[in-house]
């Protein structure tokens, strides 16, 4: 059974680019929760890996750190690399 993606290398990357984008953006914990209208505690579970977003969150969260969305899944394609090997296995 393969690992869950969060428990894979790549799950790791997008955790460290999200508190790379908010860094960047300037913006506190607490300032991006007031900003998604959510808690403190769950940007904090979201960057420890704790709580999972889906595509709408993300999306949410990279605009509130002025970051669009494309941008921000460019950057961590080429970050992960390019999944060809993904791609080959699920394509069988």
Partial sequence: MPPK?????????????LVEIRGKAGLK????AA???RS???VS???RGG?????L???EYCLA?????VSFVRRFEKAVGDGSGAKRRASR
């Fill in 57 to 59: 969150q993300l999306r």
């Fill in 51 to 55: 709580r999972r977003l889906d595509l």
């Fill in 29 to 32: 914990q607490a300032e991006l």
């Fill in 65 to 69: 750190c002025n970051q669009d969305l």
């Fill in 45 to 47: 579970d979201v960057e």
């Fill in 5 to 17: 993606s969060i428990h894979k290398p790549e799950y790791q990357t997008l955790l460290e680019m």
């Fill in 40 to 42: 403190q505690s769950y």
């Fill in 35 to 37: 900003l998604l209208d």
